[in-house]
C-alpha cells in the first residue's frame, strides 16, 4: 500500500485462483506504481474537500424537507383542510413548472453553445481560463 512520503506507490493484489487444498497460500505480489500515478497530499484533500461539500449540500437539502414536512404535519394538526390544499396545490404547482424548467434548460444550452463560438477564436489562439485558487 501507498504511505506518505515514499517514492512510489506499491499496490498488492491477490493471486487469480487459490487452491483449496491443505497447500499453503502463495505469496502477495507487488506492483510498482510510478511516481506519477501516486497520489498527492494535494489530490486527496482535494477530493476530500469536494466530497464534504456535497454532503453539506446533502445534509442543507435533507433538514430543508424535514422541516417542510414537519411544518405540514402541524399544519395539518391545526387546520387539517388547509393542509390537504396544501399538498394539492403544490402537486399542481409542480406539474406547471415542468414545462417551464425544460425551456430553461434549453436556454442555458442555447447561450452555452453562443458562449462557445464567441470565445472559439481565442480557443484556437491558445488562450485557457486560469484556474481560481482560494
Known sequence: MWKPGEG???????????????????????????????????????SMAALDVHQKKADRKTMKMLILFVGWCILFVLCWPVALLALILFSVVWLLSIPLRLIGITLEAVFALFSALLFLPARLLGWRRREVRA
Open 8 to 46: 512510489a506507490a506499491t499496490h498488492t493484489a491477490a493471486p487469480k485462483s487459490v487452491p483449496r487444498t491443505g497447500t499453503t497460500r502463495p505469496a502477495r505480489s507487488t506492483i510498482e506504481l510510478p511516481e506519477r500515478l501516486a497520489p498527492t497530499a494535494e489530490s486527496l484533500a482535494a
